[in-house]
């Protein structure tokens, strides 16, 4: 484990802006309790609490992934409109202390999902 420092800063802040998921046009996420997370020169990540994400167009898969910042993370493939995008999505169920924020949120890539801050 790694602690964040000046060399990799990360910053976990609540975003006041209602942040909404979509993929092809279904919602797959919407909340007004997403945290921002901010790592190094990477560009900002929205962690989604789960409870504000609809489970049951996820479907867990094999892949996992260590960050030496965060931990482990977990991935989801989402089904929707008949396609399947695998990997969507990443989790960290147990992350490391300092992350501990980010535990039971889900983040999408954007190449694959439409994030949105919407009014």
């Known amino acids: 484990m790694k602690l964040p420092g000046p060399d990799h800063p990360i910053t976990i802040t609540p ?19 997403a945290l921002t997370l901010k790592e190094a020169s990477y560009p900002a990540v929205q962690y989604v609490p789960r409870q504000d994400a609809n ?8 892949r996992t992934t260590h960050c030496p910042y965060k931990g482990d993370a977990n991935y989801f493939s989402i089904k929707a409109n008949g396609r399947t995008l695998d990997n969507a999505i990443w989790t960290y169920e147990t992350p490391f202390p300092a992350m501990a924020e980010i535990t039971n949120h889900l983040a999408f890539y954007p190449d694959k999902v439409k994030i949105e801050e919407v009014a």
């Open 55 to 62: 489970m049951e167009l996820l479907a867990r898969t094999e």
């Open 15 to 33: 975003n006041p802006k209602r942040v909404r998921v979509t993929a092809d046009g279904v919602v797959i996420a919407e909340t007004t309790h």
